[in-house]
């Protein structure tokens, strides 16, 4: 198995993106669950950059070299650091407030020939936030992309703004599917092709994109013939191109998992792409969706009193990151809520996309250094360091696992009550924000730096408050059941 190639275990991320009418805020929501097996999430801010003519942007590996544009534009990272390097697993919200999440799909029919391999895909995701304006202009830089370059993968990329939400699934080789999410409608993907029907007369891709061989090549390869010749009304994405053995426990798990929260009743059948929903939704209805733990735990529980919730959840063993965002008509006040490591052990901080600097103990080198090291991570960065927020979030939720029902309630309990102030005073930022916007941009964005590394930094003191309080619980428990046999 070679570094590039992915594993079945780390295929367990979550997208549930929410049309702008289906939303309390009139605005699209984007929430997503980044799982992979032991990365380290650090954050940046990049700038906008001027480029000069004959500059190239090249894959790691050498695998593409792509002409870079005139200019490309700022962009908050969130980059997942990880053993051998981390190809798919970053995530982007752009200065215009356009993000990108991607989930992993089951392999696709298209033969692994070894022209792909590689790289390739780590500089198409930040390809896009670097290019993009909108949401469309995501997916058309995509299709670009895929049409000279080809890609080396199943994946599905997520591609947000305010207004649209976009599901771009990409087999390997040149050929790929868009859909967007109606604006009424929510939809969830974990780890396999969503899109079905395509309308082919939609010319203007009011809805739809897809790739100029997309039938051909599956007909050229047996995989689909149209009921009536000429006529591909009944050419459905996912069954054509998804490979056997798409079904796998873990996917079919958090489909039924997530569709059930979101409806508040039945699972609907696996591999739905959207529904139109019947309530608004907003960010506190997809926080404990995002922290969803297996179906069977509770049963699991009755035999096995220390079992570990983290199985086939949403929330579960492999989840670095946990980011829901809020978009805004300002891209500024964009709120990007982030829990990490798991969602269920960390609250959802605030951070406003217009932070002129990351909070203190989230990044722990540059964004230049990040770029040229992201292949080759130092083992010294996977040790305990005191002066990074992500070594206590990761020491909180391993002790946690120790004892997770002993420490459930306390952990709860004081993450609701950080979420519930935050939410009220998301408010007050807000107006402070647009009254002093006006009179100085400057200050108006220190005010939303200011805001956002004061709570990131009392999140990660909570953190370590957090692990002292759980070890001394249980060493009191203990000391009290062995007083007891005196």
């Given at each position: 198995m070679d570094k590039y190639e992915l594993k079945n275990d780390g295929m367990n991320c979550s997208t549930i993106l929410i049309g702008k009418r289906a939303s309390?805020?009139?605005?699209?929501?984007?929430?997503?669950?980044?799982?992979?097996?032991?990365?380290?999430?650090?954050?940046?801010?990049?700038?906008?950059?001027?480029?000069?003519?004959?500059?190239?942007?090249?894959?790691?590996?050498?695998?593409?070299?792509?002409?870079?544009?005139?200019?490309?534009?700022?962009?908050?990272w969130s980059e997942a650091r990880g053993r051998g390097g981390e190809p798919f697993a970053d995530g982007y919200v752009n200065e215009w407030g356009v993000s990108l999440f991607s989930d992993s799909c089951v392999d696709s029919k298209v033969p692994a020939d070894g022209k792909f391999d590689g790289t390739m895909g780590y500089v198409y995701r930040r390809l896009i936030p670097e290019r993009a304006r909108t949401a469309r202009e995501g997916v058309e830089i995509t299709a670009e992309l895929m049409k000279k370059y080809g890609y080396r993968s199943s994946r599905c990329y997520a591609i947000c703004d305010k207004d649209e939400a976009w599901l771009v699934q990409l087999t390997k080789g040149h050929n790929f599917a868009a859909r967007r999410v109606g604006?009424?409608?929510?939809?969830?993907?974990?780890?396999?092709?969503?899109?079905?029907?395509?309308?082919?007369?939609?010319?203007?891709?009011?809805?739809?994109?897809?790739?100029?061989?997309?039938?051909?090549?599956?007909?050229?390869?047996?995989?689909?013939?149209?009921?009536?010749?000429?006529?591909?009304?009944?050419?459905?994405?996912?069954?054509?191109?998804?490979?056997?053995?798409?079904?796998?426990k873990s996917n079919w798990d958090r489909s039924d998992l997530a569709w059930k929260l979101l409806l508040k009743g039945d699972p609907l059948p696996h591999r739905t792409f959207s529904i139109k929903a019947s309530?608004?939704?907003?960010?506190?209805?997809?926080?404990?969706?995002?922290?969803?733990?297996?179906?069977?735990?509770?049963?699991?529980?009755?035999?096995?009193?220390d079992m570990s919730p983290?199985?086939?959840?949403?929330?579960?063993?492999?989840?670095?990151?946990?980011?829901?965002i809020e978009f805004n008509e300002v891209p500024e006040l964009t709120c990007m809520w982030r829990s990490l490591p798991r969602p269920c052990a960390t609250p959802f901080m605030p951070w406003y996309l217009g932070i002129t600097e990351i909070p203190k103990g989230y990044e722990w080198m540059g964004p230049k250094e990040a770029l040229a090291s992201h292949f080759a991570v130092d083992e010294d960065e996977f040790a305990y360091h005191a002066g990074r927020a992500v070594s206590a979030f990761l020491l909180l939720q391993n002790v946690m696992e120790f004892n997770y029902q002993a420490a459930e309630e306390r952990i709860h309990g004081e993450i609701a009550v950080m979420e519930k102030e935050w939410a009220a005073t998301k408010k007050v930022i807000d107006q402070a924000y647009l009254e002093l916007v006006g009179k100085n941009k400057d200050y108006a964005c220190a005010l939303l730096t200011d805001y956002t590394s004061a709570q990131a930094y009392k999140t990660w003191n909570w953190a370590k408050q957090a692990v002292l309080s759980i070890a001394t619980d249980r060493d009191n428990a203990n000391m009290h059941y062995w007083r007891s046999k005196l």
């Open positions: 309390k805020t009139g605005k699209v929501i984007a929430a997503h669950n980044e799982d992979d097996m032991h990365e380290l999430i650090q954050s940046h801010l990049v700038p906008r950059m001027k480029h000069e003519k004959g500059e190239t942007v090249s894959a790691p590996d050498g695998a593409a070299v792509i002409p870079q544009v005139n200019e490309t534009w700022a962009y908050y604006d009424n409608e929510i939809a969830y993907i974990p780890n396999w092709y969503t899109i079905h029907e395509i309308d082919f007369n939609d010319k203007k891709h009011k809805n739809f994109y897809w790739s100029d061989t997309l039938v051909s090549y599956a007909m050229e390869n047996g995989w689909y013939t149209p009921a009536v010749e000429g006529d591909y009304s009944d050419f459905d994405f996912a069954a054509v191109y998804q490979a056997g053995g798409y079904d796998i309530r608004k939704y907003g960010v506190e209805d997809l926080k404990p969706i995002m922290r969803s733990h297996y179906a069977e735990h509770a049963e699991d529980l009755k035999e096995h009193p983290h199985r086939y959840g949403i929330c579960r063993d492999t989840t670095v990151e946990s980011t829901i």
